[in-house]
């Protein structure tokens, strides 16, 4: 579902990945930190596709927000392994939402 | 290709959307934007996925790189007929990125 009616400014965390052989766990995991990341104070919503390549972007109110999920425990642990196993390659991106238009039919 | 090796700061366009149930001439148009879009003037890079939504994600040097190409003729001509033809939906979002991490194994 596209995240609309966010007022700027507000803060977009983009990542980007490519993902290694070993997809053991993902999926929950993947799911598991969903569910956790909507939990946290400052979350404002969370978009995802993949093709070849994945992109999540998550919206938060603030970059304390995403610091303080960056240091999550469990979160931690999942980037941890997703390192390990999970990814081949990734790219991380927070920045500062500008501006922002929306259509709908 | 995740769009690596940018030095901070520099602007995302985030750019979400659904599709309708008219797709006449999308991917042929869609093929055309990205190869314009690379042809202009303080274009960075591009990532593309496509699950239930899709989200494109295109960089940019500054801002008035991000308006020039809003303004090129054909890109508003093929704005004007997804608006009509090929989206239900649809999210721009222009951000300044602040940080990146990436991670390549």
Request: aromatic share 12%; charged share 25%; net charge negative.
């Amino acid at each position: 579902m596209i995240v609309t009616h966010l007022e700027p400014p507000y803060f977009a965390v983009i990542f980007t990945t490519l993902l290694s052989n070993d997809q053991t766990d993902y999926q929950s995991t993947a799911m598991r930190m969903k569910e956790l990341a909507e939990q946290q104070e400052g979350y404002l919503g969370m978009e995802s596709a993949r093709g070849d390549l994945g992109i999540t972007v998550s919206y938060w109110k603030d970059l304390s927000s995403i610091t303080n999920w960056k240091h999550h425990l469990e979160h931690s642990e999942a980037r941890t392994r997703g390192k390990q196993q999970w990814y081949s390659q990734y790219q991380l991106i927070i920045c500062k939402v500008e501006r922002a238009y929306g259509f709908e039919k």
